[in-house]
């Protein structure tokens, strides 16, 4: 992580805060992730009738309240990025908004709705306008030649989104022509997607700034390393609980598959190395770098290359934090 530096937040601090809801959105993500597609994945041997029927009721709740703070919070992004204030073209502004005004109601009926009557045809519709929207914030967040290691995390970011997409395009189509190189092309998008994915956090641990010496710096250091080790304990928990099914259960909860069946506990490394650079950010003195903490931790809770609309809202709200961190440290900048 960056070592800290007597520059203040001198850029617009409308760019710099957090929005609201979007710490409710990230904890909610969270505890979707953990009760959802952790806790509840473990099925029946793992677990009792009422516990199960106890953590979906439980994990009905923590999905809709990412759902809908994610939608608060996102509504408040594109206003944002929608005014002029944003210094973008208004080209850029007009296709933010128009991208997201015709999402967000979309997903916010499909949350209301029962889950039987979401028709396929619509959640491609949805990843279609998530994923345009996810590129044009993230040539937002460029725009203004921010710090390198927040533009190398908003290219990587776009990278995962963009190669998950392919992936997804090429497994269809090429199934359903028969070609012989679908499966060797597909797997191809989708393993430098999720390399980019897990190399987001190490991009945004350069770009904040801790101050190591003081007590603030010292707490953030000390409950990262408690938090990657938890990540680690939980890995190792799950392996032995899970045995055989930990490469099925970690897809089905965050979509990682590129190890080898195996190796698959050593994805606690990157998981730790990412949960102690969230923490750490959220502990920074700087308004930016928090935003970029609640950024990562929503990315890490929707997973990789998510495909539910509840997931994907989440990661549209992760990439419109981490644009807003990139535009506010290039006003800092000037």
Same mark, same amino acid.
């Given at each position: 992580?960056?070592?800290?530096?007597?520059?203040?937040?001198? *850029?617009?601090?409308?760019?710099?805060?957090?929005?609201?809801?979007?710490?409710?959105?990230?904890?909610?993500?969270?505890?979707?992730?953990?009760?959802?597609?952790?806790?509840?994945?473990?099925?029946?041997?793992?677990?009792?009738?009422?516990?199960?029927?106890?953590?979906?009721?439980?994990?009905?709740?923590?999905?809709?309240?990412?759902?809908?703070?994610?939608?608060?919070?996102?509504?408040?992004?594109?206003?944002?990025?929608?005014?002029?204030?944003? *210094?973008?073209?208004?080209?850029?502004?007009?296709?933010?908004?128009?991208? *997201?005004?015709?999402?967000?109601?979309?997903?916010?009926?499909?949350?209301?709705?029962?889950?039987?009557?979401?028709?396929?045809?619509?959640?491609?519709?949805?990843?279609?306008?998530?994923?345009?929207?996810?590129?044009?914030?993230?040539?937002?967040?460029?725009?203004?030649?921010?710090?390198?290691?927040?533009?190398?995390?908003?290219?990587?970011?776009?990278?995962?989104?963009?190669?998950?997409?392919?992936?997804?395009?090429?497994?269809?189509?090429?199934?359903?022509?028969?070609?012989?190189?679908?499966?060797?092309?597909?797997?191809?998008?989708?393993?430098?997607?999720?390399?980019?994915?897990?190399?987001?956090?190490?991009?945004?641990?350069?770009?904040?700034?801790?101050?190591?010496?003081?007590?603030?710096?010292?707490?953030?250091?000390?409950?990262?390393?408690?938090?990657?080790?938890?990540?680690?304990?939980?890995?190792?928990?799950?392996?032995?609980?899970?045995?055989?099914?930990?490469?099925?259960?970690?897809?089905?909860?965050?979509?990682?598959?590129?190890?080898?069946?195996?190796?698959?506990?050593?994805?606690?490394?990157?998981?730790?190395?990412?949960?102690?650079?969230?923490?750490?950010?959220?502990?920074?003195?700087?308004?930016?770098?928090?935003?970029?903490?609640?950024?990562?931790?929503?990315?890490?809770?929707? *997973?990789?290359?998510?495909?539910?609309?509840?997931?994907?809202?989440?990661?549209?709200?992760?990439?419109?934090?981490?644009?807003?961190?990139?535009?506010?440290?290039?006003?800092?900048?000037?």
């Amino acid at each position: 992580m960056a070592a800290v530096t007597a520059v203040e937040d001198e *850029g617009s601090p409308y760019f710099a805060a957090v929005p609201p809801l979007a710490w409710m959105a990230g904890a909610g993500a969270l505890a979707d992730l953990i009760i959802n597609r952790v806790l509840i994945l473990l099925g029946t041997d793992a677990w009792s009738h009422h516990a199960l029927v106890q953590l979906d009721s439980w994990g009905g709740f923590a999905r809709n309240l990412s759902v809908v703070s994610a939608l608060v919070a996102l509504s408040f992004c594109i206003v944002s990025r929608s005014s002029q204030r944003s *210094g973008l073209p208004f080209s850029a502004r007009a296709g933010i908004a128009s991208f *997201g005004w015709v999402l967000l109601p979309i997903v916010s009926l499909m949350a209301l709705l029962p889950r039987e009557w979401n028709r396929v045809e619509l959640v491609f519709a949805i990843a279609g306008l998530a994923h345009a929207l996810i590129l044009l914030l993230v040539l937002a967040g460029i725009h203004g030649r921010s710090t390198r290691p927040a533009s190398v995390a908003l290219v990587l970011t776009l990278i995962a989104a963009v190669s998950g997409v392919a992936s997804m395009i090429v497994s269809l189509v090429g199934g359903r022509t028969y070609w012989e190189h679908t499966d060797r092309l597909s797997n191809a998008f989708r393993w430098s997607g999720e390399l980019a994915y897990l190399s987001v956090p190490l991009a945004i641990g350069l770009a904040i700034a801790i101050p190591w010496r003081e007590a603030r710096g010292k707490a953030a250091l000390l409950l990262s390393g408690l938090a990657a080790a938890l990540i680690t304990a939980g890995m190792a928990f799950w392996k032995h609980v899970a045995g055989r099914d930990l490469p099925d259960l970690l897809y089905g909860a965050v979509r990682l598959d590129f190890l080898p069946e195996d190796d698959f506990i050593l994805y606690a490394i990157p998981l730790g190395v990412g949960s102690a650079v969230t923490v750490a950010a959220m502990l920074s003195k700087h308004p930016v770098d928090r935003q970029m903490g609640a950024a990562l931790l929503l990315l890490l809770g929707a *997973g990789y290359a998510p495909h539910s609309p509840s997931t994907l809202i989440v990661t549209v709200l992760g990439v419109a934090l981490l644009a807003r961190s990139g535009i506010a440290l290039a006003e800092r900048k000037h």
